[in-house]
């Protein structure tokens, strides 16, 4: 058994800088298996049932510790904890959970207890549990806190324990998944094997595209190839072509691996073999980019007030997110209520990043740690197991078709399917004419892998250069993105705040440590 000793005045201590320092959950970016999922959990539930099942657990929590070191001499089933995002604990939480752990017990001697945290309260309440301490076996995460969480020493190192209890994961996610998720020679977290790769899609209004026959597929090529046609638009339908809110054109920046670190601006470019740390802000590709955005922000294609929207809108002539080809009639099209037409944007990639956007981890303090592996094991591999997560209770929130499919009864289940395990073993809905999935698995077997997959910066030594870095580039952030600022002047401007702030030491850091990866690769 592994334990983490942490005295009060420490965890405080630490507690505090988490949660000043982590009020993101992780990149802004759509995707359509964010989107999807946040369309099959779009009712909460309650905030009264979700805090009432929180205090149960937190109650109970000493007395089941005990009672579990007893059930596990015994061979007794045992109870673990998973705590994960959605929209709150779901209605049917009790049936649903005496049909799920029937099965698991009989399958590998766990019972699972769940605490859905609503998307609005997950940053704070997650903080909370792992700067305190608060007893959970199994975790959600993301790149945004997991380097930070493996710091404070959250979770458990189970790089001797995957192999013997998760047979099936192994088999079935590719092996590099695992350097993704490996910090200092060790593995601390399970990834869920999705669209864990990265796509960017051009996603046009079909009618547009039939009205004044776009080649999409050309128009992909670069931005500046759409200048032409977003000018012809704006005059015609008058309306905005490029309407984004104030993360604007935040793809531009997908190219480059930002080696954990949190910052958009420091990153290696994902197929450059010299691996040079750079201000990507300067790079040509990125620089240019910054200038053709400008151009439409002065020409009024982007929306004037775009730097300070919080929120998009739900029609779009066009606009970029992360998925598959077929996302454009299983999510992007519904979603927008229009037939939508989409090209890809450059490669496919695959790098820490992509892979760390869903996570699950075990905590440092469990006393089942294979247990909560082989759980895992088996949510991402039994397709019963992994339905009942997927689209709630059987009978109650969908059913099976005579040839093998899923019908959905409501739209009531509140659990976020991208955080749970893979989409691979989720059984085909009914509603779609083929199984997009097999579509991701071909784009992530395919991918080109970032040349630092499996580097994470430790930035222990620049912690506080890298802290005045982030701030100044929170700063400048949205205008920038959005067009507002001229790049020629406010490039400079950045670099010469960054440069005052440390940003020297931050590169140099950085790249030594960039050096000694690729050395040993």
Known sequence: MKKRVLSMLLTCAMGASLIAGCGGSGSSNETAGNDTAAQETADTASEEKAEATEDAGEAESTEEAAESTDAAASGDVVTLKWVTIGSGMPDNYDSWAATLNEYLAEKIGVNIEMEVISWGDWDNRRNIIISTNEPY?????????FTSDVALGAYYDISDLVKDNMPGLTALMPETYWDAVTVDGKVYGVPTYKDSSLSNYDIWDAEL?????LDIDDLAKSLDAKTEIF??????????????KNDGLYYIFDKYDQLGAGLQILGVRYDDKDAKVCLTLEQDDIFSELKTIHQWYEDGIINSDASTLSEGRVYNMWRVAQGWPSAAVTAWGPQMGKDVKVSQIGETILSNDTVRGSLNMVSANTQYPEKCLQFLDLVNTDTKVRDLFYYGEEGVNFQYTADGKVEKLNEDWTMAGYTQGTFFTVTQNAADEFNQWDEVKELNENATPSVLLGFTFDTTEVSDQLANCTEIWSRYKSEVITGVQDPETAVPEIKAELEAAGWDELVAAAQAQVDEFMASK
């Open 209 to 213: 595209v039939d009205e004044y026959s």
């Open 137 to 145: 076996d199994i975790i959600f995460g993301n790149g945004g806190n």
């Open 231 to 244: 000018t012809q638009l704006k005059a015609d339908k008058n309306d905005y072509p490029v309407y984004v």
